[in-house]
Every structure is written in C-alpha cells, then in structure tokens.
C-alpha cells in the first residue's frame, strides 16, 4: 500500500514542481520515486517496515494490497523503475510524461489489488487514461496521434465490454465482491448449471481485459499502437499494462473457480490462438517494433497458462515470468530506440557487436531470455509456467512449446545482422567500453537476466 | 566439478586476455593439462544410478538437484570432449583465436555438463547450452548463407530439445511432481501408450541431433559452411550428445516403448546409411563427402546401439571415441588444404602427396580409419556393430555391411583425387603445406588412429561394465529383453 502512496503523491509533486525544468529533471526524480516505492513495498511485504496504521481508512473488501499483491506491486514498480531509468527522456521542458506514468503504474496496481469489481475498473480506467494521453504525447508525429487515437476508442470500447460483463455479474450473484461471488458460486457449484446471466458476465469481463492485454482476437489495436506510440510509451504498455492484467484476469479467473471447466473450454482456444497467431504474425514482419508488439502478443498466450492454474499458490511462476518478460522485452527496445532510424527496420542492429560490446551482449542475453534458451531468467520463467500448468492442461503446454520453438525464427532475426561486419567502416569500430550510467544499468540488466538463469533460488528467497 | 569451472575460467580468461595472449597453443596447452588431469582423476563406476555424486546441490527447490555421476560410458565421452578440444584449439587460424577460443571453451562446459548430469532438467540445460555458443560460432563465421543455415540448425535442434522437455515434464509429473533425478525417472512405470509419445519426444531430440535419416536437413550445409572449428565440435563431439542421450537416457527411462521404435529407428538408420554414403560418393566439396560420410557412420551406430546387445552397445561407445578423432582429424586436415591451396574441390587438387609428405601420412591415416581398415581404429567399432546387426536380423545388415565398400570408394576417391596424381594445372600447382606446430599436431591425433586400432580392448575395458550394466537393469528391472 505505501508504494501507491508514494508514486501518485511523487507523481502529483513532479507533476508541479518539473513544470518549468527539463524533462531529465522528472525523468530522475521519477525514478528515484519508484525505486524507492518498490523497495518499501518489499519490505512492507517482508514485515521489515509497517505502514497499516497509515492506511487504515482503505476499506478492505475495495481494495486489498498486502501480501502477494504487495509483492506483485514491488515487482511491477521495479520493472517501472528500469523503463523510467533506461529509456531516454525526450528534450521538451515539463514533467508530463513522467508523472502521467507514475499515475498509470498507481492504476496498474490499484487494478491488482482490487477486491471489487467497481474497484477494479477504476483501477483500470487509471492504468489506461493517462495511457491514451501518453501514447498521443510524440505531438509532432502523425503515428503518435494515430496511436493515441486508436487507443483511445478500442479501450473506451473493451472498458465498455467489461462494465457491461459486471454488471450482469451482478445480476447473476447480488454482489461485485470478488471473495463474496468466489463463495456463493461454490455454493451454486452444488446446484448443477450456472445461471447463463453469469456465464456472460464472466466472458464479457474476461474480454474486456484480453483487450488490454491484447490477446488474440483482441489484439488488432496493439501492433499499431505500439508502433505509433513513443518507444517509452511502447515499452510501458508492453510491460507494466500486461502484466497488472493478468494479475487482474488470475484475480477474476480465481474468483470464478468454481466455473473453471466451464471457462477453460474457451480459454484454452484463445490461448492456442494468441500463441499461434501471435507467433506466426511475429515471423513475418519487417520491422523490430511490429515483431516485438506480436513477440508480446505471444507471450501473452504464454501467460494466459497461468489462469488455468490456482492462483495463489502460483504466485511466483507470474512473477518470474512477468521479471524475465519485463526484463527482455525492456532490453530489446532500449536496443530498438538507441539504434532506430526512420524505418525500423531489422538492418538497424547491422554490425552491433562491433560497434558496441555491452548493447552487442545485451541483445544476445536479451533475445535468449526471451526465446527460453537455459542459463537465463527466461528459460527458469518459462520452465516453471509450463511445468506448472502441465498439471492442468498438457495439450494448452504442449501448444505453448510448439509456439516457442516458433518464435526462434523471428528472435534471432536481429543476429542475422548484429554479426555482420561487412559494410563496416574502421572508425565506426570500438573495442572500448564506455562506463557511464547507462552501461551501469545494462550491466545490472544483463546481471540480473543470468543470475537468476543460473541460481534460480534467488528469486524464492526475495518472494 | 572441475570440468565444469574450468572452462569457465578459461573461457574468462580468453575473451579479457585475448590481446595480450593471442598465441592459441597457450590455450591449448593448458586446456589439454587442466582437462586431461581432471578427466584422468575422476573415479569411474561400472554403476550408473549407484555412483557417488561429484556434487550434489539443490537446484530450483527440492525437485531439482544439481547432481552429476559418472560411470564408465560417461568418463570415455569426457574424455573424447577433454581430449579433443585442445586439437579444436590447436587447428584455429591466428586470427580468429581471441574470437572463437571463449566460445570453444563455453561449449566445452555444456558438453561435459550433458555427460555427467544425472538430473532430467539439469540434462536439458547443458544439452541447450552446448548449443549456443556452437550457434554464434557457426552464425559469425561460416563462409556462405550464415543465417538461412544456422538458423535452419537451431530451429530443428530446438524443435527436439522442446519436445524432449515435454518428455521430461511429463516423466517428472509421473514422479508425482517429486523429482527430475534420473534414478526417479527410471523408476516410473508407463503404460504403452503413455511411452510412445514420451519415447517420440525424446527419440525426436537424439535422432535430429545424431542425425538419423529423416531428420538430417539440418546438417550437410552447417558442416559445409561453418567454419572448419565449428564443423570439427559439431560432428566430432555435439552428435556424440545424441547417441549419448539415446543411450543413457531413452534406453533407460522409456524402455516401454523400444519394443516399437527400434525396428522404426534402425530401418531410418540403416536407410542413412546407404543414403549418406551414395550421396558422398558424388560430390565435389571435400567437406561435403566428410559431412555425408559422417551421416552414414553415425547411422551404424545408432542402429547398433538399438539393437541392445552387448556387442552393439560396446561398438557403439569404441565407434563414437573413434568416429570423433577421425572426423575432427579429416575436417582439420581439409581445413590446411583449404587455408594452403584456397579449394576443397576435388578436381581443383591434386598432388598434395609428393609436396606435403608428412601433412599426407596423417591425412592418410585418418582416411583409412573411416574406410575401417583391420589394425586402424575404425575397424573393430565397425566390427562389432555390424555382427551386432548380423546377429539383430541378416536382412538389415546386407544394407549396413554396404557401409564398408561404399565408404572405400567415396573416401578413396577423394584422397585418390585430392592427393595422388600430378598437380599440373591445378590449384596445387604453387604452395606446400609447411610442417609447423600444426601439422605436428596433426600427426599426433592421427598416430591415436593407430594406437586405439592395436589396442581397442582397454577402451572396450573401460565401457564394458557399465554397458553391461545398462542391458542388466533393462532386462531385470524393465523386462524388456526376456
């Protein structure tokens, strides 16, 4: 709970004080708030630090972050501390962009932490207003605001679609109390059928987040929007906006537990889909960020195995994988924004390694950990999320697995070129590493990705 | 242990010091000291699953442990991977030793991590992790097609080791989610139709890696185009992974299903074996025919090795130290001509013999070890894998006995063609192979061509028990053989 408390009231406080300053300002203020609101999180989780005396008005059964909530929020506020840090900030004067995405990332955890399904389209809307604004926010380019437009209505439209799916909720149950509807309907389990009321609340809810985490066949607005949206803006979405959903559609999805062999009828259609299509779409583009939004895209498929599992006993596999996702896909468009020219195109990374050893050893560790190749953080995430579902459901497993195979195809593109030294000119060549911040934080990246690939206990011990 | 951290260190130590250190026979050198020591002091069980533990730490939880054994089969794929690796080292070009040593080394540790793991996932890791850096060394320096080839090669390799993770999922969840450990494995009972889908998972894995006939694609154009280093750790030591796994791992965990696939897996063999070796026959690129010959070698071992005798599975283990060093010693020795005369083909070469005396003794040697001559290391491997065969069902071997005829003519000729003769208007025509430091290597490698011939019975020592021991516990324990 402290952790909200300190990204929206920091957010508030850049908001005003960067007003007349240069965005970098913002940008480093921003990131020391997160760091900091990650931090407290995890000690307030660990029981180290103790804020429930300053947060005793929050009414339990709206919004509840304790415990592996807690946990989730520190994570996702880290993975926002790494975007905020790495991604450079644009020259324009004013604290705009920052502070919008430190209210987007309060959305994001106000949508995790929801016990309500008021609660959790408030949070929602948060995560996804300032959103809209950050997407349009490169003003000068036609892309942008396209993006922002596109956005805009395709979320208006899906929010519009989950309203609608609770209030039938309500009418099939009496209550938006997720803990209240997880009880009365392991009574009507005893009674046969479910009222189809109910049914259509749940696919109508459900459909209105697959939208925001762009799972096929919602996902048509998300290769655009990311590819007109700033590349901050890219990642941001990317990341923090899918990983807060699925925290929230695991959240809905136990609640409904009881419907569960309903629901995996046409859950694992869509996973089978988002994976396939995802994948298959990936394989054919041209440009870096088009095949980074369906890499996403897949791996949402990938993640959509963590609903068919419990819950809350499964917390960590969400973690890991949202940490290696979050960590691979930040280091791939880092890499994509330091070299991007007009096209995006694959050539961008050409003769990478012998320009740049550190980005050269970031797109190689990246792009492993992505794909799930051991020794890194992907490969122990992935192992876990199948191993873990495999109980469940082997053929949606052995869908995924087919689906990661796939996806080498495109991954690797970016190696076609990064090796090529063919058109290199001898000055353009640098064997020096340069130590400035921004290597510190690739390095720490890349350490991150391997020590946890290689000692994946480590990441048990901090849960 | 050692062999683990090792080549770690030394891959460290090569990419920092590469400038200063650039001479490859220090690393060399002392890879062939550090990892021959380590490899000679391990203790070897004839047991497998009873062995002591080198090390023996949790991994992920309590489920997976990092736990590797070693038993007579495990010490003599050491000891190829140890032993070989310096002569990879040795047969570097001087400019590409700072780029490709830390790569040889990294592999180096996937490598012997696969022989010795004794845990399901940990297998897995090292068996992927053999794979990377063999990947960047075939993708930064093959000569032609880099991409479309390396990425054909990892795409077809990962498809087998996925499908072999699901394998391995699935045994772990027939544990009762208990433990990957490979004495667990073993002692999962599956229903039939349960392991031919585990079986498939895995046999997909061993055959694409092998490779066995269908699945070869993947392979002639990777050894042609990769670099002569890459081509030598790919045929001379990855397959050996296969043919491992196929042992060690399918053998033993999914024996229910052999009763299907080993007629399957040796009718694909056999059929690679006359498909490589016709195929080698006419080709052009030096390569080319050790890259096809190599397709039909590997067949006759995987056939023997399904044939489950003692026989088979002994000539097996001989043929894969044997198949190693010849291998690596014919691509190094394709690579000098390569590097002196800028040609593999054939009817571009021609004379070498009366130029570079030494340089074609070696070559000679390495020659008649893959066409198995009697006194030469290929011969009694080859032996025994076909009377394993003969003994298996007469029909299948009249195919696989063609290897020794066919295998005479493509490797003949191409020695004929490239060495005999006059060099007049040929490529050969200016330029010696110069006896330096590398071709003295080459001789050395090739001299172990004559050793293992006269003396195959201390290799045979060494991996009889724990064969043996394999086909004990599969008809005891499984009842497959009764």
Redesign the interface.
Known sequence: MIGIAIIFLGGIFTLFTGLNRVEQWSKNVSSVLLLLASLFSWLEYKGILNFQNLFKWVPQQMLDISSTTEWMSALLLFLGFIIMVIMPANSRKGADVPSLMLFSLSGGILLMGAEQLVMLFLGLEILSIPLFVLAGSDKDNLASNEAALKYFIMGAFSTAVLLLGAAFIYGGTGTLNLNEIQLKLSFAAHFGEFPILLKAGLILVSIGLLFKVSAVPFHFWSPDVYEGSPNRISVFMAVIVKISGFYALGNIFNSFSPMVTWSEQWIIPILGLTIIGGNIMATGQTKVKRMLAYSSISHAGYLLLFILTPFEENINVLATYSLSYGLGTISLFYLMDYYSKQDNEFSMFKALFAKNKLHGLML?IAT?SIAG???TIG??AK??L??TA??YN?WA??IA??G??MS??YY?KP??YA??NSQLKADQKSSKIELNFNSFCIIGLIAITMIIGVF??IM?SLL | MELLYIPLLLALASTLLGKVLSNKWIWSSISLLTSIFFVLKLPVDPNFIMAASIVDVPWLGDSIRFNLKIDGLTWLLLLLTNGLIPFVIASLKEDKVQKITPLIFLMQIGLNGVFMAFDGLVFYIFWELAMIPIYFITLIYSEYERFKTTIRFFIYTFIGSLAMLASLIYMYGKTGFVSFSYDQLFAVNLSYSESLWVGFGFLLAFLIKIPVFPFHLWQPNTYVWAPAQGSMLLSGIMLKMGLYGLIRWYLLIVPESIDFYQPIVICLAVIGIVYGALIAIRQDDMKRVIAYSSLSHVGLIAAGVMTLSLDGLNGAGLQMLVHGINVVGLFWGIDLIDRTYKTRNIHDLGGIASKSKLFTVGFFLFVIGSVAAPLTNGFPGEFMLLKSLFTFNTTVVVFAGLTIILCAIYMLRMFQFSMLGDSEQKSTQNGTIINNGEVVAFIILSITVIIIGIFPQNIIDIINPSMDQILKELSNVKGVLS
């Open positions: 190689v492993l190749v051991p020794s490969f122990v192992y876990q199948f191993s495999f109980v082997q497993v052995i697995l087919f990661s195979a080498i195809a690797f190696f076609k090796f090529d994946p206990a048990q």
